[in-house]
């Protein structure tokens, strides 16, 4: 196991296209995490997972932006309808319940929207 | 409003010389706090948790509630230390709230 991946690691599409982002946590770890992150900012929180289930949903999230988790393994994100502001890095995060609570990130997905 | 503020964009010292990277929260009740580390063309780590009471590559980090602070200290910066620094916050629900990130250079 090799930690957190994220795929893919770059994205260009175009306005108005729908786009998906997969995350492969840490095979063991229960909760999942999405953030965005965008230039001069830190991680901003948009969604997380226990097990299979959505726990909570950022208010900052469009009803255009769904991320699922189908077995409590991987996580999907999917965008809608992308517009130039969603360019951003995505991040993904899995933490072991139960622990020391550390998140381990992934590398991250850049979406650039043209 | 939760909210962590992390006034320093870039804070640069020379080696050897003391760092303090500054994190102010906004929270009513009892929080966890966090600092992240990332190094260049490196993922994001968690450095150090209050709760832990411990001392990482050096840097410690205190939390003094009546301050809201929970600022990042080292007494004698080394080059490998340069880094975004994130101060990071968990109000209990599991969520957790970043700051903007402070970028620290250790200049030779």
Known sequence: DTGVSQDPRHKITKR?????????????HNRLYWYRQTLGQGPEFLTYFQNEAQLEKSRLLSDRFSAERPKGSFSTLEIQRTEQGDSAMYLCASVLSGRIDEQYFGPGTRLTVT | AQRVTQPE?????F?????ELKCNYSYSGSPELFWYVQYSRQRL??????????????????LNKGETSFHLKKPFAQEEDSAMYYCALSPGTYKYIFGTGTRLKVLA
Not at chain 1, 16 to 28: A, H
Not at chain 2, 9 to 13: A, C, E, F
Not at chain 2, 15 to 19: E, L, N
């Open chain 1, 16 to 28: 108005g296209q729908n786009v998906t982002f997969r995350c492969d946590p840490i095979s063991e």
């Open chain 2, 9 to 13: 964009k870039l804070l640069s010292v």
């Open chain 2, 15 to 19: 080696k050897g010389a003391p760092v």
């Open chain 2, 45 to 62: 780590q968690l450095l150090l948790r209050h709760i832990s009471r411990e001392s990482i590559k050096g840097f410690t980090a205190d």
